[in-house]
């Protein structure tokens, strides 16, 4: 956590503004989704309630938080209340320890008549050596909330709804899993921090002793692993149980699927916790296939950034501070943009039928995903001849 | 108390308690749910040991998926009957102490017996980094030269089960029945 009190103050305060970032994105993504599906579809949406309809969700929560509570006469009172806290858990936790910047140095200051530090805070909530598994883990969990809501509210709906949604988040789980294989082998790293490293500066790379440098392209890895991003997308889909993979919504035959009993604030959790994994599958594909915070730009890198803070006359926690904003400011724009592309695609497409899901998953997305990880294999070893 | 140890005790008392649970439950989604719960706390006392490659694939492989199908399997069912065989009655209650004494007696044995083991382990310094990166890859490397043939012999009888499992399937009904 840290060396003395400041410092795991600050490390502190980072994991709560982190999980608030999360909560907090979600009313704008509820906003971007209505208007957005509005005009999608030629309609106007929310427009009434403040500027733009902006001020709808807050309208919404309100009624929300007013709403009466109660719990279903057959349902088991303990995991129906576990379920939608749950809900956000495997979100929070596995988006804390994804790297949005690069880190900040801190120099020495006074405070309550001591000195402290210098220190060098990472911008993200913890560092791990294999911060790869150790996401795919927590997100592996988050199941059991969709589980225990499902039985523990006691109705036929929510379970079968449950039971879909689980059955197919394993099933795309496999896909995922193997999907991001060819990067790290490429990498060579389990670590977000040294695979996003990788790809920094111009397409660059070397194949059976010949260096190709591609100048105006960006070393991303979605040009090393095209079939690998699309695979990884389309897990992500699955699994966050959106459109076109929301069987476990179903509203024609499952009324709402797991949370048909829940209503109010609860059902809301269960809504940040559904935005909570499109938020974390984005940053984990701009980190593993868009280049992480990088700019698209092969000239912009940090270290240009950091060139430029110094002429314009910052010392060096000026300039650490300076090029992580920027830096972030590039993550962040690609994290809407790939959000845009979630709810995009929502009402774009339609669903499918639950055999189709779960063909795509078994006999095509997996057998891909294999291929391409032996293949990615073999030309790693021919590259290196 | 150092926070090593803390987390230590902390975590092992949790282990603890839903392992207590899964034994203690009379109903059997409880059961699976404080198994679930017992392999997070497992997963989480590796990476107090900087084991993080492990941790992960605890959490992947048993948290996230073999416990999922455990607890959706036993949602499916209607388990009165065996609810009630199986936690009311003299026969049943004398197996299940037995069993848990028989556990009871393997446990104390093993940590008994180990204790030298332990102490010419605990001699030897311990080089692991801390971010666990290393650690993993010497895992990868012995997986794939020392215990190349144990683990090719696991792979082949995953995969006998796997196929087992479909034919049986086919033949005996269900939806993808011949």
Known sequence: MGSDIVEIGINGIKLVLIFLMMVQAVPILVWVERRGSAFIQNRLGPNRVGPLGLLQLLADAVKFLTKEEFVPAKGVPFLYYMAPIFALVPGAVAFSAIPMATPLLIDRFELFGQMWGPYTILFQGYEIGVGVVFVLGISSLATYSILMAGWGSGNKYSLLGALRASAQIISYELALGLSIVGVLLLN?????????????????????????????????????????????????????????????????????????????????????????????????????????????????????????????????????????????????????????????????????????????????????????????????????? | MTTDAFLFWFLALVTFISALGVVVFANPIFSALSLVMTMVTVAALFATLNAFFLAGVQLIVYAGAVMVLFVMVLMLFDLHKEKKAFTQGAFSGSVKLLLGGLLAGLIVGAVSMSKELYKAISDQAVTNSATGIESTKALGQLLFTQYIFSFEVLGILLLVIAIGVVALARSKGGTHVK
């Open chain 1, 188 to 385: 060579g790293s389990f670590n977000f921090g040294e695979i996003i490293a990788a790809q920094q500066g111009p397409l660059a790379f070397t194949f059976i002793g010949h260096t190709v440098t591609v100048p105006f392209l960006p070393n991303w890895g979605v040009f090393y692993q095209p079939i690998g991003a699309l695979l990884f997308l389309t897990a992500c889909f699955a699994e966050s149980n959106r459109l076109p993979f929301d069987l476990a919504e179903g509203e024609a035959e499952l009324v709402a699927g797991f949370h048909v009993e829940y209503g109010g604030f609860k059902m809301l959790l269960f809504f940040i916790g559904e935005y909570g994994h499109m938020i974390v599958g984005s940053s984990m594909f701009i980190a593993l296939f868009l280049g992480g915070y990088h700019f698209p730009f092969p000239g912009i890198t940090p270290e240009v950034l950091r060139y430029y803070a110094t002429e314009l006359g910052y010392g060096p926690q000026g300039v650490s501070i300076f090029t992580a904003l920027i830096l972030f400011l590039s993550f962040f724009v690609k994290l809407a943009l790939l959000l845009w592309f979630f709810i995009w695609v929502r009402w774009t497409l339609p669903r499918f039928r639950y055999d189709q899901l779960m063909d795509l998953g078994w006999k095509t997305m997996l057998p891909w995903a294999l291929a391409n990880t032996i293949i990615t294999a073999i030309v790693i070893q021919i590259s290196k001849i």
